[in-house]
């Protein structure tokens, strides 16, 4: 309880300060809907009966989890920027809290930034492109924080072993893609047969979200601290 406490204090102390600010969150809300947006028109056509322009429903999931990467990986970037800029990670690391509350708090922070701009993206995309996303609302809300917690608990990872490199921002989308594509070709599977009404295809892949961010989780939590003293 007392190491769920200071995950807690951690967490909401980043949240706080950044709903305070909204420097990330507006920044990364208004990234992933300009995405959308830009599908959206990239992907109109015709309807057959009308001259009435309407989007395919068969491509968004991909659109979903593409925005979602991009704009969660301007948060990451800046996610240890305060802590870099004002020596708050050196006064966390002396501080008498286990490191791994650290890694879990600020995990947490950066999984609540995602889920609110999901929180955006998700109604754009059924909204252009006409997707039936709502359908099944246990396993869309089961895709989406799985896939957040895997991104997170990834993300927070490499932002954190790369806080002291001076050319950051480009190497993290370098390292950090590569580890995410299982996550995202089974977040996209997962909602893709939600779609088609093969809940059963799209709760294999749910479960495979969650062997994901188990595996990742424990990696992340063993490897933490011996990174950021590095």
């Not at 995950?7 to 706080?16: E, G, P, Q």
């Not at 309807?47 to 989890?65: C, K, L, Q, R, V």
């Not at 799985?146 to 927070?156: C, E, H, P």
């Amino acid at each position: 309880m007392e190491f769920l406490r200071y995950v807690k204090v951690l967490a909401w102390k980043d949240v706080r300060v950044e709903f305070r600010s909204r420097e990330i969150i507006y920044t990364m809300s208004f990234f992933a809907a300009m995405v959308v947006l830009l599908f959206s028109f990239a992907f109109l056509k015709q309807s057959a009966t009308s001259n009435d322009m309407t989007g395919s429903s068969e491509h968004s999931p991909g659109f979903i989890w593409v925005a979602v990467l991009f704009a969660g990986t301007l948060g990451l970037s800046r996610a240890f920027d305060r802590e870099r800029e004002t020596g708050t990670m050196r006064a966390l690391l002396l501080a008498p809290i286990p490191r791994a509350a650290i890694f879990l708090g600020k995990s947490v922070a950066i999984a609540i930034m995602v889920l609110v701009v999901q929180a955006v993206v998700v109604p754009l995309v059924a909204l252009f492109f006409d997707a039936p996303l709502f359908t099944h609302p246990l396993a869309l809300v089961c895709t989406l924080v799985l896939g957040t917690i895997g991104f997170s608990v990834v993300g927070a990872v490499f932002a954190a072993m790369l806080i002291k490199t001076g050319s950051r921002d480009v190497l993290l989308p370098v390292v950090l893609y590569p580890i995410l594509v299982p996550l995202f070709i089974a977040a996209i599977k997962a909602t893709a047969a939600m779609l088609d009404g093969a809940l059963g295809d799209s709760w294999f892949w749910i479960r495979f979200l969650a062997v994901y961010d188990t595996i990742f989780l424990i990696a992340a939590l063993w490897t933490f601290e011996s990174l950021v003293i590095e």
